[in-house]
């Protein structure tokens, strides 16, 4: 009898940290951008007792999700997919942000919705920075979450006269996500599956110790220094909340979006750090 699947894209400490808690007993299959680095986390849960194997995926790229979505379900039913692939505003240009945080989540989205098995659930893992944004239109709102995946990036508020830098381009995508999650809901509650999103804050990950040392680095830890916690958030934190929305006790629970950054979007608004300007 085959185990049920639990399908990681990208295999960092986040989608680990959740995959330990949900991946008991099922088939993990890991798959990241660089082979590697799925193989090397395929290897620490294989040797903690789990079920694991690697795989390569791009998420910008249709053919490679497809590629990885049939991979999984001839594993077996996929009840779990955990979508925690990405880049920063200080790892790549405008168009690779767009194109891998908003049109590769898109893709993942669209491609796996179509295979998770009855019962199934998602996380996507978004951003604190979507919060963030100025509000955009309800015009853009709804394109963000239903245009069709292919033509996503043809939209015209996200050409390059429209998106000012790094960060926009970031916070654009990660508002698209949880958008985008709130649309899926509703087509993957037809085959009787959830998605949710979470959102989180500053977590110790070698993606946020790029932006701790980049040119952001004094900015982020003013946001850490100023929050109401008052400290970065671990991926075991994301892992416990992840397990709530993918179990039995988060079945009433979709299309939703959790932020968890220790305050700092609070401090933002009511607080002591200052609000970043963005032009629409």
């Not at 701790?212 to 671990?234: F, H, K």
């Given at each position: 009898?085959?185990?049920?699947?639990v399908?990681?894209?990208?295999?960092?400490?986040?989608?680990?940290?959740?995959?330990?808690?949900?991946?008991?007993?099922k088939?993990?299959?890991?798959?990241?951008?660089?082979?590697?680095?799925?193989?090397?986390?395929?290897a620490?849960?294989?040797?903690?007792?789990?079920?694991?194997?690697?795989?390569h995926?791009d998420?910008?790229?249709?053919?490679?999700?497809l590629?990885?979505?049939?991979?999984a379900?001839?594993?077996?039913?996929?009840?779990?997919?955990?979508?925690?692939?990405?880049?920063?505003?200080?790892?790549?240009?405008?168009?690779?942000?767009?194109?891998?945080?908003?049109?590769?989540?898109?893709?993942?989205?669209?491609?796996?919705?179509?295979?998770m098995?009855?019962?199934?659930?998602?996380?996507v893992?978004?951003?604190q920075?979507?919060?963030?944004?100025?509000?955009?239109?309800?015009?853009?709102?709804?394109a963000?979450?239903?245009?069709?995946?292919?033509?996503?990036?043809?939209?015209?508020?996200?050409?390059?006269?429209?998106?000012?830098d790094?960060?926009?381009?970031?916070?654009?995508?990660?508002?698209?996500?949880?958008?985008?999650?709130?649309?899926?809901?509703?087509?993957w509650?037809?085959?009787?599956?959830?998605?949710?999103?979470?959102?989180?804050?500053?977590?110790?990950?070698?993606?946020?110790?790029?932006?701790?040392?980049?040119?952001?680095?004094?900015?982020?830890?003013?946001?850490?220094?100023?929050?109401?916690?008052?400290?970065?958030?671990?991926?075991?934190?994301?892992?416990?909340?992840?397990?709530?929305?993918?179990?039995?006790?988060?079945?009433?629970?979709?299309?939703?979006?959790?932020l968890?950054?220790?305050?700092?979007?609070?401090?933002?608004?009511?607080?002591?750090i200052?609000?970043?300007?963005?032009?629409?």
């Amino acid at each position: 009898m085959q185990k049920e699947v639990v399908v990681v894209v990208g295999a960092g400490l986040i989608g680990q940290a959740i995959a330990r808690r949900i991946g008991v007993g099922k088939q993990i299959l890991l798959a990241s951008l660089k082979l590697q680095d799925a193989e090397q986390a395929s290897a620490v849960f294989q040797n903690a007792g789990f079920t694991a194997t690697a795989a390569h995926v791009d998420v910008s790229s249709r053919e490679s999700v497809l590629a990885l979505a049939k991979h999984a379900e001839q594993l077996g039913p996929i009840t779990g997919l955990i979508h925690a692939a990405g880049v920063s505003p200080s790892q790549a240009p405008v168009e690779t942000i767009l194109r891998v945080d908003l049109y590769g989540t898109a893709l993942v989205l669209e491609l796996f919705g179509n295979v998770m098995a009855g019962g199934g659930s998602a996380v996507v893992i978004a951003s604190q920075s979507g919060h963030r944004l100025p509000a955009l239109s309800q015009e853009q709102d709804r394109a963000l979450a239903m245009t069709h995946t292919e033509q996503l990036l043809g939209l015209d508020f996200l050409q390059p006269s429209q998106v000012v830098d790094t960060l926009h381009a970031y916070q654009l995508s990660k508002r698209g996500n949880s958008l985008r999650v709130m649309a899926e809901a509703v087509r993957w509650g037809e085959r009787g599956a959830r998605v949710n999103t979470i959102s989180p804050g500053i977590i110790i990950t070698p993606l946020a110790n790029d932006e701790l040392n980049g040119p952001r680095g004094a900015g982020y830890r003013r946001m850490i220094d100023a929050s109401p916690v008052g400290r970065a958030g671990t991926p075991d934190e994301v892992g416990h909340v992840a397990a709530l929305l993918m179990g039995q006790d988060g079945t009433f629970i979709t299309g939703s979006d959790i932020l968890m950054d220790g305050g700092v979007t609070s401090a933002f608004r009511f607080g002591d750090i200052q609000q970043p300007v963005v032009q629409p």
